[in-house]
T-cell receptor
Framework: EAQVTQNPRYLITVTGKKLTVTCSQN?????MSWYRQDPGLGLRQIYY???????DKGDVPEGYKVSRKEKRNFPLILESPSPNQTSLYFC?????????????FGPGTRLTVL | SQKIEQNSEALNIQEGKTATLTCNYT??????LQWYRQDPGRGPVFLLL?????KEKRKERLKVTFDTTLKQSLFHITASQPADSATYLC???????????FGTGTRLKVLA
């Protein structure tokens, strides 16, 4: 089944404790992206990657790191999480510039930073 | 400043009626605009894309229009059903950079 998977799905952590949220896709997509979704602010892009070893900042990159060492994986790293990073995180992949440039989203990771 | 806006309030309509959702943007020049559906607690799902040189696009009961002069896209669901109840998001690509900007979404509720 074609899909984007994220792990963990739920995470409660404390301020300053480094964490990684994994994202993997099995559709051979070149494009991958991370978003956070907050009430009233909508979906905001954190980082995106056009291909292996190529990453770019989205609208809200501060406090996050990413890496793209393999085509299928795009982990999101929070080196020193803070409470304002409590959010719902989505990973997405796609294959621009195809016909629709659609993004396929993962199921989400709900992160709480205490 | 750049922004993309959708009706912030929820939209309630009767089953069988046409729902119309609005997406307005300022200070962007998108080559295309996308619409997604999002159910509570789940990731968005792609519905339609309309390009800047297209006035209208249809897919089954869905219709999207795009007016680059007004900087507006309208999303219509005809013969709406309770199963259409969800939040609908519009998104655009910032000047072909693949840096995507999403609206905050409009929550649609179709009443039986």
């Amino acid at each position: 089944e074609a899909q984007v998977t994220q792990n963990p799905r739920y995470l409660i952590t404390v301020t300053g404790k480094k964490l990684t949220v994994t994202c993997s896709q099995n559709m051979n997509h070149e494009y991958m992206s991370w978003y956070r979704q907050d009430p009233g602010l909508g979906l905001r892009q954190i980082y995106y990657s056009m291909n292996v070893e190529v990453t770019d900042k989205g609208d809200v990159p501060e406090g996050y790191k990413v890496s793209r060492k393999e085509k299928r994986n795009f982990p999101l790293i929070l080196e020193s999480p803070s409470p304002n990073q409590t959010s719902l995180y989505f990973c997405a992949s796609g294959h621009p510039p195809d016909s629709y440039n659609e993004q396929f989203f993962g199921p989400g990771t709900r992160l709480t930073v205490l | 400043s750049q922004k993309i806006e959708q009706n912030s309030e929820a939209l309630n309509i009767q089953e069988g009626k046409t729902a119309t959702l609005t997406c307005n943007y300022t200070n962007y020049s998108p080559a295309y605009l996308q619409w997604y559906r999002q159910d509570p607690g789940r990731g968005p799902v792609f519905l339609l894309l309309i390009r800047e040189n297209e006035k209208e696009k249809r897919k089954e009961r869905l219709k999207v229009t795009f007016d680059t002069t007004l900087k507006q896209s309208l999303f219509h669901i005809t013969a709406s059903q309770p199963a259409d109840s969800a939040t609908y998001l519009c998104a655009l690509d910032d000047s072909g950079t693949y840096k995507y900007i999403f609206g905050t979404g409009t929550r649609l509720k179709v009443l039986a």
